[in-house]
T-cell receptor, first 115, second 114 residues
Framework: GAGVSQSPSNKVTEKGKDVELRCDPI?????LYWYRQSLGQGLEFLIY????????KSGLPSDRFSAERTGGSVSTLTIQRTQQEDSAVYLC?????????????FGSGTRLTVV | SQKIEQNSEALNIQEGKTATLTCNYT??????LQWYRQDPGRGPVFLLL?????KEKRKERLKVTFDTTLKQSLFHITASQPADSATYLC?????????????FGKGTTLSVSS
């Protein structure tokens, strides 16, 4: 597509439920990144993919968080047993290559509210 | 500890003036430094990238400097317009550190009044 697409744009869930957030990157972009932005806070790095591989998962806040990428394209971030502190905007970005001299293209994010 | 600091949370200037935003970092050795613009409810938009061996980069009304000795980048918007009002984020690309992507500062919110 023309840009990075994220769905849903908004998600309200009850504490304890699982949620799946989807990211569809720009076609041909091999690198994909997930960030979280809480109100008044900066972007917190979660995980990146080079192709389908995530070399380092240490940025994920807890073992309730997991992410996968299939076919070198769509990625899913899953949060199990959601907690109120998980409420934030989850941003996905992609770039032509990992750590090349290109900027990232971000989606508009998924606003997650845990009630 | 490692930190990225943007000089202030908010900057208010008059239309036509030059806005200068500062990004300082400690205990990092970035290969690249990038600047992004973020509007409310939107994801950040890439503006400029500057490499560690470059002193200055320009794009239209934007100018970025990068001083690796001072560990500082300055971001200038000349002839500012109300449409420039947004939050500006600096980000470090830690090319030589495995397992990391761009690390962002918290941003400076610029308001340009007419």
């Amino acid at each position: 597509g023309a840009g990075v697409s994220q769905s849903p744009s908004n998600k309200v869930t009850e504490k304890g439920k699982d949620v799946e957030l989807r990211c569809d990157p720009i076609s041909g972009h091999t690198a994909l990144y997930w960030y979280r932005q809480s109100l008044g806070q900066g972007l917190e790095f979660l995980i990146y993919f080079q192709g389908n591989s995530a070399p380092d998962k240490s940025g994920l806040p807890s073992d309730r968080f997991s992410a996968e990428r299939t076919g070198g394209s769509v990625s899913t971030l899953t949060i199990q047993r959601t907690q109120q502190e998980d409420s934030a905007v989850y941003l996905c970005a992609s770039s032509f290559r990992l750590r090349a001299n290109y900027g990232y293209t971000f989606g508009s994010g998924t606003r997650l509210t845990v009630v | 500890s490692q930190k990225i600091e943007q000089n202030s949370e908010a900057l208010n200037i008059q239309e036509g003036k030059t806005a200068t935003l500062t990004c300082n970092y400690t205990n990092y050795s970035p290969a690249y430094l990038q600047w992004y613009r973020q509007d409310p409810g939107r994801g950040p938009v890439f503006l400029l990238l500057i490499r560690e061996n470059e002193k200055e980069k320009r794009k239209e009304r934007l100018k970025v400097t990068f001083d690796t000795t001072l560990k500082q980048s300055l971001f200038h918007i000349t002839a500012s317009q109300p449409a420039d009002s947004a939050t500006y984020l600096c980000a470090l690309d830690l090319l030589n550190q495995a397992g990391t992507a761009l690390i962002f500062g918290k941003g400076t919110t610029l308001s340009v009044s007419s």
